[in-house]
C-alpha cells in the first residue's frame, strides 16, 4: 500500500525568503500523480502544485516548485519570496490508481513578518 | 471558475442522530468522493462513486455510512447514528472523467461537531 510521510510538523519562515517542506512517499507503481494542498485556517483545501511522475521536469506555480527525486521517493515543495497569505497547513498527496488521495500528516506553515 | 458546493457549513447533532451531508458536485464530473479530517489531523479518504455505486470505500466507511445521488445534482453522506468520534470536517470533491493528473476539486467542508 501506498505511505506519504510528512517529517515537519512544523516550520517557520521569514516574510520573503525561502522554505522547503519535505515529503516522502512508498509506492510500487510506476506511474502516479503527487500533489501539494494548501489548508487555511478556514480548511478549504487548495491545490497548489502537482507533479506527474513520468515526467522528469519539476512542476513549477509562480512562487511555488517541487524538487521531485524519484528513485528517492522524495517530493519537497518550495516556496519562494513568502508571503503572510501562505501561512496554512500544507499537505502532500498521493493519487493512487483506483483516483484515491493518500494524504500526509501535514506540515503548518507559520510566516513571520 | 466551477465549484463544489457543500451545505452546511457547520453542523451540530446529538449524539445518536441521523445527519446528511450535502454536495453538489460540478456539473460535468462523474467521479465523487467524500473525505474526512479530524482536527488537527490528516485528511482521510471514506468513499469513492461512479455511475451511482460505491468504486471503493475505506474501514472508516462502516455500516453507519452511507451515500446517495437521490438526483442529477445532488451527493450526499448519510450517517446514521452519530458517534462524538464522528466530529470532523467532511469533504466532498468531485473529477471529471480521464485521468486523475488533474487531481480533484474540493468543496469547502462541512464541520460536524456532535455533542
Known amino acids: 500500500a501506498q505511505t506519504v510521510t510528512q517529517s515537519q510538523p512544523e516550520m517557520s519562515v521569514q516574510e520573503a525568503e525561502t522554505v522547503t517542506l519535505s515529503c516522502t512517499y512508498d509506492t510500487s507503481e510506476s506511474d502516479y500523480y503527487l500533489f501539494w494542498y494548501k489548508q487555511p485556517p478556514s480548511r478549504q483545501m487548495i491545490l497548489v502544485i502537482r507533479?506527474?511522475?513520468?515526467?522528469?521536469q519539476n512542476a513549477t506555480e509562480n512562487r511555488f516548485s517541487v524538487n521531485f527525486q524519484k528513485a528517492a521517493k522524495s517530493f519537497s515543495l518550495k516556496i519562494s519570496d513568502s508571503q503572510l497569505g501562505d501561512a496554512a497547513m500544507y499537505f502532500c498527496?498521493?493519487?493512487?490508481?483506483?483516483?484515491?488521495?493518500?494524504f500526509g500528516t501535514g506540515t503548518r506553515l507559520k510566516v513571520l513578518a | 471558475e466551477p465549484e463544489v458546493t457543500q451545505t452546511p457549513s457547520h453542523q451540530v447533532t446529538q449524539m445518536g442522530q441521523e445527519v446528511i451531508l450535502r454536495c453538489v458536485p460540478i456539473?460535468?464530473?462523474?467521479?465523487f468522493y467524500w473525505y474526512r479530517q479530524i482536527l488537527g489531523q490528516k485528511v482521510e479518504f471514506l468513499v469513492s462513486f461512479y455511475n451511482n455505486e460505491i468504486s471503493e470505500k475505506s474501514e472508516i466507511f462502516d455500516d453507519q455510512f452511507s451515500v446517495e445521488r437521490p438526483d442529477g445534482s445532488n451527493f450526499t453522506l448519510k450517517i446514521r447514528s452519530t458517534k462524538l468520534e464522528d466530529s470532523a470536517m467532511y469533504f466532498c470533491?468531485?473529477?471529471?472523467?480521464?485521468?486523475?493528473?488533474?487531481?480533484?476539486?474540493f468543496g469547502s467542508g462541512t464541520r460536524l461537531t456532535v455533542v
Open positions: 498527496a498521493y493519487l493512487t490508481g483506483t483516483y484515491k488521495y493518500i
Open positions: 507533479q506527474e511522475a513520468y515526467k522528469q
Open positions: 470533491a468531485s473529477k471529471e472523467a480521464g485521468t486523475g493528473k488533474y487531481g480533484y476539486t
Open positions: 456539473s460535468n464530473h462523474l467521479y
